[in-house]
């Protein structure tokens, strides 16, 4: 009797079985079972314990003996696979392709001529891009890559045997530092992004204005007093250094986005929209600068032959991207490679034939307004030339920073010149940190997030590389000892600008971003927390 109330009293439904749903006890109960009778050494049940659970219980860990082994077994299998198999195909790739130009051009491949220079530079600027990628601090962003490249062109130079067969010309020097000036420049105009511009209006404008001109009138004033540079070539300084680096900021950003830090108030976004007009603000004064000091005739000419670079640089500009905006046409087969053909090969025409038509502060400014004016055109479809242009620059990213680290000689570095040139940028760096907090004032930040900003804008690298050598490779045309030296200096400050900045701005940007930055629920975060709202009626005891 009191067994068939037990079985009836059992065979009643609970309320949490009439919802649907099981309770949490008895799921306990019906584990601990499981696992008593696998203890037992009962087969069926340890199998069938498995089959039920495999999908919620992570697969046990192989023993340490086994792992090692497999591994090794993988390394020196017949045929080589996994890394030995990258290794032995990427050093294949690079002997090949010595090989086929030695058999081209002869000397010129072999130790001291001017391809072999170039090919073992950018073949170690590869590999020091490679392992700084590789060197990553718990959740921080990974450290710049362009890093590795510039200390392996400086190590390439400084180095006694190495420096002695690596030997580039001074004329194939420039011409690729100019080609990657032109892909950073297309990257910069089609990155604009008009929508977020109108959004953030007058916030923008002020992050990009004021803590650039700041930086760049500091410096200015700091080269003349300290590093005795003439103004001209002062303020040439001060806009290499009033530019921040998109190669830092930008996925720096990414990762803090992706991590929802700051992206109710849009500090992100507004970071990397302010970034572009910073650097175009930056390159643009750099050019009108640079024609001046090279000009002859008055101040007056001087000045009036600025201001008509700028404007030749706009007209040419507009009109050169209006015609990319059309043609090719969109009913044209592979049209995001055309356009892509167009928009680089004008850059790089524009570049080259300011210099040759006597305009050279025109062409920077040519190539932004015609990326920005196709750009606007293409709309959503601009997404597909962006990728080929990224696929562009990754190519010459590596001539750029190698080549830059390259220039600067230890031999020729006096104590004192580093000394000024580290004084002169941490001056003009602690204005532009306060000059940006004062922007952001009044846009609606609490104090961390105005400070986050602050020291965002510290990182410095690739505007530096791509304009900081052109003021020496001017100077070299015009055959000047006493302006190739104030070019150095130039080239000195860029080169330390970017040592010293883009490491300490990725880790400032890293640590200060989770603990500034207010952080957003993620989609996922809100999916977990449905979950366990929906999990909670399953506590209920059986009636």
């Known amino acids: 009797m009191m067994k068939e109330d037990m079985v009836n009293k059992d065979s009643e439904p609970s309320v949490c079985e009439r919802n649907g749903m099981i309770p949490m006890h008895e799921k306990s109960e019906e584990g601990s079972t499981v696992d008593a009778k696998g203890t037992d050494g009962n087969i069926q049940t340890e199998e069938t314990a498995l089959l039920n659970h495999s999908a919620q219980q992570p697969p046990e860990p192989i023993s340490g003996s086994s792992t090692p082994a497999g591994t090794w077994r993988q390394i020196f299998a017949c045929p080589p696979q996994g890394l030995l198999s990258q290794i032995v195909?990427?050093?294949?790739a690079?002997?090949?392709?010595?090989?086929?130009?030695?058999?081209?051009?002869?000397?010129?491949?072999?130790?001291g001529g001017n391809l072999f220079g170039i090919l073992c530079l950018y073949f170690f600027a590869v590999i020091g891009g490679k392992i700084f990628g590789l060197i990553k601090i718990g959740t921080l962003p990974p450290l710049p890559a362009l890093l590795g490249m510039l200390l392996a062109g400086f190590l390439i130079r400084n180095t006694p045997f190495v420096s002695d067969?690596?030997?580039?010309?001074?004329r194939w020097s420039a011409a690729l530092r100019n080609i990657a000036l032109s892909i950073i420049l297309t990257r910069a105009g089609l990155g604009l992004d008009p929508k977020a511009l109108k959004k953030l209006k007058a916030v923008c404008l002020r992050l990009s204005f004021g803590p650039c001109l700041s930086e760049t009138c500091t410096a200015a004033v700091f080269a003349y007093l300290l590093m005795?540079?003439?103004?001209?070539?002062?303020?040439?300084?001060?806009?290499?250094?009033g530019a921040v680096s998109p190669a830092v900021v930008v996925p720096?950003?990414?990762?803090?986005?992706?991590?929802?830090?700051?992206?109710?108030?849009?500090?992100?976004?507004l970071l990397m929209a302010a970034g572009s007009i910073d650097d175009i603000l930056a390159i643009t004064g750099f050019n009108t600068c640079l024609g001046m000091a090279f000009s002859s005739g008055s101040t007056l000419y001087n000045v009036l032959q600025g201001v008509l670079e700028v404007a030749v640089g706009i007209a040419a500009g507009g009109i050169l991207g209006m015609f990319v905006r059309y043609f090719p046409s969109h009913d044209q087969a592979s049209l995001p490679w055309k356009r892509s053909y167009f928009v680089l090969g004008l850059s790089m025409f524009a570049v080259f034939g300011s210099v040759y038509f006597g305009f050279p502060g025109s062409g920077g400014l040519c190539t932004l307004v015609l990326a920005f004016i196709a750009g606007v055109?293409?709309?959503?479809?601009?997404?597909?030339?962006?990728?080929?242009?990224?696929?562009a620059w990754n190519i010459f990213q590596p001539f750029l920073f190698g080549l830059i680290g390259a220039e600067v000689s230890v031999t020729s570095l006096r104590p004192e010149t580093v000394?000024?040139?580290?004084?002169?940028?941490?001056?003009?760096?602690?204005?532009?940190?306060?000059v940006t907090f004062l922007m952001v004032c009044f846009a609606g930040f609490n104090f961390k997030e105005k400070v986050f900003v602050s020291l965002a804008w510290i990182p410095k690298a690739t505007v530096q590389a791509a304009i900081g050598s052109l003021a020496l490779d001017t100077a070299r045309s015009h055959q000047d000892e006493q302006l190739e030296k104030y070019g150095m200096d130039v080239l000195t400050v860029a080169f330390l600008a970017i040592l010293i900045t883009a490491p300490i701005g990725a880790l400032v940007i890293g640590l200060a971003g989770p603990r500034l930055l207010q952080k957003a629920q993620t989609k996922h975060e809100e999916n977990e927390e449905g979950a366990e709202a929906g999990e909670e009626p399953e506590d209920c005891e059986p009636s």
């Open 377 to 391: 055109g293409w709309s959503d479809e601009k997404k597909e030339v962006e990728k080929i242009v990224a696929v």
């Open 165 to 170: 067969i690596v030997q580039i010309n001074l």
């Open 89 to 92: 195909t990427s050093v294949s």
């Open 94 to 111: 690079v002997v090949l392709i010595w090989a086929v130009v030695w058999s081209i051009t002869g000397p010129e491949c072999l130790p």
């Open 252 to 269: 720096s950003m990414l990762i803090l986005q992706a991590g929802g830090y700051g992206v109710e108030k849009g500090v992100p976004t």
């Open 228 to 241: 005795h540079l003439p103004w001209q070539w002062g303020f040439i300084l001060g806009f290499v250094l």
């Open 419 to 434: 000394g000024l040139c580290v004084a002169t940028l941490g001056i003009a760096l602690a204005v532009r940190i306060i």
